[in-house]
């Protein structure tokens, strides 16, 4: 029974991955560039487009002439998306593989089409390390990749490729030619012909899926923080504060209490004038450095812009609020013997012990505290209290 006519679907296939390769190769410039492997998948079809070409041309050219090249063209397709994926993740790419797989293929195709011809052996042969490069696919995914919807897509039809290629293997040695050659009608063959001609396409949506998904956490991460210190800015902080004011409605004890520090360097202009604005982010940076090491892994540090950082300390009391404005004022004046120009700062503290408390309601307090730390000779620590 012939269902499909294999050399419409490869012409088909040739026609899908050259128009995927080209939408990824446009693609990889609209990504952020710590975004990598996009280019090497975008080869990877490009190459395939030309092993597709090569088997079309089987007839027409002698067998020895077309199929090692187009069988080699296949697997370093397959194993270019292998790089781009290693890369996406940040893994080392495996170009020895990659080499490997393609020497292996050559071998054999040319071995059973000149020296012992056999149609099965060769399936075989070639079956080996398109599993082993659809396996590596497929150990990268659940390695690497997060646990999204995008990543399940793209992680089963790899899978199911990895276990195609594996099962026509198996089925040249069990059943042999005619079970799987793929120019015979037969259901299998036409089941295996459809696959693999879809595979490339569904393959780089798949990818293009996940890389979406990673370009979406990237640009949310970038909107929370400040580009200069790489602390929150003052909407990831207003989302740090909202997710830690509703942890403490939900407790329900009146007696938690978390504290904010307000944070801000003294005379930081001169240090600007002094030794310039490009001496003065390297202050920030350090600051932000120094208030973080000062920390806890449940505090969140953020800097609004300016010289100013706010610090959110969770179930925290006056008293530990102070010890923590104490650690960041001796922290500050400790790094006056460092390369970089040494500065203090004055520091605003207030407590909230009520979840219905605004975020701009405490912000205030620890800045009146603040405000007079600076008046009151500055390097100082000042807390919040209800005026009289
Ligand atoms: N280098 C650098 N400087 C900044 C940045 N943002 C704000 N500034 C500078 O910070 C300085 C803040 O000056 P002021 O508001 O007068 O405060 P100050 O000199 O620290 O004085 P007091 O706060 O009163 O102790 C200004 O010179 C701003 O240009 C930044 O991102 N980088």
Redo the contacts with the bound molecule.
């Keep these: 029974m012939r269902l499909l006519d294999p050399f419409s679907v490869v012409l088909m296939a040739a026609l899908m991955c050259a128009v995927m390769s080209l939408v990824l190769f446009g693609a990889r410039r609209s990504f952020p560039a710590e975004m990598r492997g996009i280019g090497y998948w975008s080869a990877a079809l490009a190459v395939q487009v030309f092993s597709v070409i090569c088997f079309a041309l089987r007839g027409t050219l002698p067998d020895i002439a077309v199929l090692p090249l187009a069988n080699v063209l296949f697997v370093i397709g397959n194993g270019l998306s292998v790089i781009g994926l290693q890369r996406f993740y940040g893994v080392d790419p495996g170009w020895k593989m990659l080499g490997g797989a393609a020497a292996f293929s050559l071998a054999g195709m040319v071995y059973y089409l000149q020296v012992a011809p056999d149609y099965a052996a060769r399936v075989f042969w070639m079956a080996l390390p398109m599993t082993l490069l659809n396996g590596t696919l497929l150990y990268l995914v659940l390695r690497h990749g997060r646990r999204k919807l995008a990543t399940w897509f793209f992680g089963t039809l790899i899978a199911v490729n990895t276990v195609l290629m594996a099962v026509r293997g198996v089925m040249a040695i069990t059943h042999g030619e005619a079970m799987v050659d793929v120019a015979r009608p037969g259901l299998f063959q036409s089941f295996y012909l459809a696959a693999t001609a879809l595979q490339p396409a569904l393959l780089s949506v798949g990818f293009l899926m996940v890389a979406n998904e990673r370009l979406r956490r990237i640009l949310e991460r970038r909107s929370a923080s400040d580009p ?1 210190t790489g602390v929150l800015n003052r909407r990831g902080f207003g989302d740090a504060y909202a997710r830690e004011v509703a942890r403490m409605a939900r407790m329900r004890q009146r007696s938690r209490s978390l504290a904010l520090l307000s944070v ?10 002094r030794f310039g ?5 390297r ?2 940076v350090s600051v932000a450095q120094m208030i973080g090491s000062a920390l806890r892994e449940s505090d969140v540090l953020a800097r609004f ?3 100013e950082f706010i610090v959110l300390l969770p179930d925290t009391d006056l008293k530990r609020a102070l010890a923590v404005a104490l650690r960041v004022q001796r922290l500050l004046r400790d790094a006056s013997a460092g390369d970089l120009p040494s500065c203090t700062a ?1 520091i605003g503290v207030a407590v909230q012990t009520d979840a219905d408390e605004e975020l701009d309601a405490l912000l205030c307090r620890a800045d009146e505290a603040l405000y007079r730390a ?1 008046e009151n000779g ?1 390097d100082r620590i000042e807390t919040w209290r209800a005026a009289a």
């Design positions: 200069l801000d360097l003294d005379f930081f202009k001169k240090i600007n004038d604005h490009a001496e003065g982010d202050v920030l812009g300016g010289e004055s600076k500055r």
